[in-house]
T-cell receptor
Framework: DADVTQTPRNRITKTGKRIMLECSQT?????MYWYRQDPGLGLRLIYY???????NKGEISDGYSVSRQAQAKFSLSLESAIPNQTALYFC???????????FGPGTRLTVT | RKEVEQDPGPFNVPEGATVAFNCTYS??????FFWYRQDCRKEPKLLMS???SGNEDGRFTAQLNRASQYISLLIRDSKLSDSATYLC??????????????FGKGTKLSVIP
């Protein structure tokens, strides 16, 4: 089984809808991250969490929120989806030093 | 100046060729350095760490020049399976025993039969 899983893997939704992307990990890592990837823009950090009680904004947090339900679970929500949130979303984990990150398989989100 | 800069490519090379990727970083406090590989529509995965003394893993050689804030990746005897995007990643200490990774936008490599 994969160490970092994401659900759903693909999602098409309409403008204005609320959507949640979920991430689970079995690596036992404290740190979890959400990124989005757009062609030509690379990976951009949305939010990160160093433990269950710690949530931090990344480079592009506007329009997103997160919830760290447990050490192993980190969810990303789009409260009211808009077309420019169409992207590939990755969850990642790392140990307490954060020197290497392990990525989930990604969620391809399309907002029409 | 962007924190981590790479030539986006694409680099189109024939099988068997040697290809080199370069990367520069702006944060002089950066502590550790990596190359990640990302296949099309897949997640990034660690390819190798980069050490000041340079390091080699089979056909792959990574080098770091801290004075110039420059990292390189050399791939010898390119294979079709090397076709991917290569991400330069820099890790800087951000306080309280924590590090923050910064990813370059990646260099796309296509190895042609």
């Amino acid at each position: 089984d994969a160490d970092v899983t994401q659900t759903p893997r693909n999602r098409i939704t309409k403008t204005g809808k609320r959507i949640m992307l979920e991430c689970s990990q079995t690596k036992g890592h404290d740190r979890m991250y959400w990124y989005r990837q757009d062609p030509g823009l690379g990976l951009r950090l949305i939010y990160y969490s160093f433990d269950v009680k710690d949530i931090n904004k990344g480079e592009i947090s506007d329009g997103y929120s997160v919830s760290r339900q447990a050490q192993a679970k980190f969810s990303l929500s789009l409260e009211s989806a808009i077309p420019n949130q169409t992207a590939l979303y990755f969850c990642a984990t790392s140990d307490f030093r954060g020197r290497e990150q392990y990525f989930g398989p990604g969620t391809r989100l399309t907002v029409t | 100046r962007k924190e981590v800069e790479q030539d986006p490519g694409p680099f189109n090379v024939p099988e068997g060729a040697t290809v080199a990727f370069n990367c520069t970083y702006s944060n002089s406090a950066s502590q550790s350095f990596f190359w990640y590989r990302q296949d099309c529509r897949k997640e990034p995965k660690l390819l190798m760490s980069v050490y000041s003394s340079g390091n080699e893993d089979g056909r792959f050689t990574a080098q770091l020049n801290r004075a110039s804030q420059y990292i390189s990746l050399l791939i010898r005897d390119s294979k079709l399976s090397d076709s991917a995007t290569y991400l330069c990643v820099v890790n800087a200490y951000s306080g309280a025993g924590s590090y923050q990774l910064t990813f370059g936008k990646g260099t796309k490599l296509s190895v042609i039969p």
